[in-house]
């Protein structure tokens, strides 16, 4: 049994011959530092660079000789950034990227990882959302290669193909631009404000989906998306409130990506 026929028997609630393995991506991954171990006990030397993933998550884009290492059974492809990079480099060290969002390098004891520091509608206005400079989901570099990408995954592998997150989820996006602890005084007293910033990056992502389902869709077998609602020790907010606020625009999100 192929890994691709294991996976699609697995999803239809069908039996398989074992349990289909992933490794890769942001939800199935292992810390960076982790993964360049494993590298090194493999004699793998290569670095992928900067990516998204390594920037936000702290997470690698597997190498393929990990993957083959491990019989792991899904292989993912992602929208690429814009055509600018999406990454600006600043004097002091920071990084700002192309949501706005700034990002300073600090070392913990588990590892480095990328701190938040600038939040660019900290002080919005309802306004303001509307004006702001947001990401361009249509900028042709996103799709550069990726349809070549995705049709040389299936014809020459038998892997399952996944359509990657793109990016962070919806909320997690929508608190950070805000400042996670601006956005939940916003729920309680601004509601509006806090409503319509989650509605634009949804509108966002629907059109980030639509352009990379366009290029992908009838190669891949599974679409990733995710979101963050909970910490280790509970719930940001009350199923209730997630409930009202942001149910509707999470099912209209997840409901596109079905019709595709």
Do not use: C
Not at 10 to 37: K, P
Not at 108 to 130: F, K, N, R, Y
Not at 135 to 150: C, I, S, Y
Not at 207 to 215: A, C, G
Request: charged residues 30%; negative net charge.
């Amino acid at each position: 049994m192929t890994s691709r026929e294991r996976v699609t028997r697995i999803l239809n609630h069908q039996e398989a011959d074992r349990i289909a393995i992933d490794l890769g991506g942001r939800v199935a991954s292992m810390h960076i530092e982790a993964y360049n171990r494993l590298k090194g006990y493999l004699g793998i030397r290569e670095d992928h660079g900067l990516t998204w993933n390594k920037l936000w998550f702290q997470v690698e884009d597997f190498d393929e000789r990990v993957l083959n290492e491990f019989d792991i059974d899904f292989r993912r492809v992602y929208l690429r950034g814009p055509s600018n990079g999406g990454v600006r480099f600043n004097p002091d060290g920071t990084i700002t990227d192309e949501w706005g969002l700034t990002l300073k390098k600090i070392t913990t004891s588990h590892g480095p990882l990328h701190e938040m520091i600038g939040h660019p509608l900290a002080e919005a206005s309802l306004e303001d959302i509307e004006s702001y400079s947001w990401p361009d989901p249509t900028d042709p570099a996103r799709t550069k290669g990726l349809e070549e990408e995705v049709k040389n995954l299936y014809e020459s592998t038998d892997h399952a193909i996944v359509a990657g997150a793109i990016g962070a989820g919806p909320f997690e996006v929508a608190s950070w631009l805000r400042g996670s602890e601006q956005y939940y005084i916003d729920l309680l007293t601004n509601r509006e404000f806090a409503v319509r910033l989650f509605e634009k990056v949804v509108d966002l992502y629907i059109e980030f989906y639509r352009v990379f389902l366009n290029k992908v869709g009838k190669h891949i077998q599974i679409i990733e998306t995710s979101d963050d609602y909970g910490t280790q020790r509970g719930l940001l907010i009350s199923p209730q409130l997630y409930k009202d606020v942001f149910k509707p625009q999470h099912k209209g999100l997840l409901n596109f990506i079905k019709s595709r």
